[in-house]
């Protein structure tokens, strides 16, 4: 069964404390790998999408990576406006192009 | 994403009664994707639809609920007979084809409650 694992759960950083959030999963093929931002009350924003393990993709502070396994969302130096939930997902290539979600890691950047 | 537009943006049914969720894609978009997010849980897949076809209901409870999504005009959630388990935000996505190389994009939810 296709499945997605997200940790932590929760994670609390002072600004300018870099740190990585861990989307693992298990699924027969892997078409993408998404990574979305979702805060409070709103639907998911899209960051990222990565398709084949060693690609790596950055925007502003965040930047994603792929292995076989896993993907790793690293933020270099957080600023509060950074605090969000961050979800990652799996597309399968056996799968009708559904997004399967993890639970998402709640991230809180303290000033 | 501004782009996809759902509404409402919250409904509140009492149990029994029906409950219509609708969602305009982006501009462009023929692929439209519902998902549910119960309290505190990741977002569940429910139903793939492109333009008068249900491709994949798989994630769809068989009972009291239904999706489409017509030639002309938004895509329609549709619960009928609610009851206090279906209280979740549903959240629609778009994409412009289907292809790898596709993200999807997602509105703002409703989120419903059933009291």
């Known amino acids: 069964e296709d499945q997605v694992t997200q940790s932590p759960e929760a994670l609390r950083l002072q600004e300018g404390e870099s740190s990585s959030l861990n989307c693992s999963y298990t699924?027969?093929?892997?078409?993408?790998l998404f990574w979305y931002r979702q805060d409070p009350g709103k639907g998911p924003e899209f960051l990222f999408t990565l398709y084949s393990a060693g690609e790596e993709k950055e925007k502003e502070r965040l930047k994603a990576t792929l292995t076989k396994k896993e993907s790793f969302l690293h933020i270099t130096a957080p600023k509060p406006e950074d605090s969000a939930t961050y979800l990652c997902?799996?597309?399968?290539?056996?799968?009708?192009?559904?997004?399967?979600f993890g639970s998402g890691t709640r991230l809180l950047v303290r000033p | 994403n501004a782009g996809v537009m759902q509404n409402p943006r919250h409904l509140v049914r009492r149990r029994g009664q029906e409950a219509r969720l609708r969602c305009s894609p982006m501009k462009g978009h023929s692929h439209v994707y519902w998902y549910r997010q119960l309290p505190e849980e990741g977002l569940k897949f429910m139903v793939y639809?492109?333009?008068?076809?249900?491709?994949?209901e798989s994630g769809m409870p068989k009972e009291r609920f239904s999706a489409e999504f017509p030639k002309e005009g938004p895509s329609i959630l549709r619960i009928q007979q609610v009851v206090r388990g279906d209280s979740a935000a549903y959240f629609c996505a778009s994409s412009p084809r289907q292809d790898a190389n596709t993200e999807a994009f997602f509105g703002q939810g409703t989120r419903l409650t059933v009291v």
């Open positions: 699924v027969s093929g892997l078409r993408g």
């Open positions: 997902a799996v597309q399968a290539t056996d799968s009708s192009y559904k997004l399967i």
């Open positions: 639809l492109q333009k008068e076809n249900i491709i994949d």
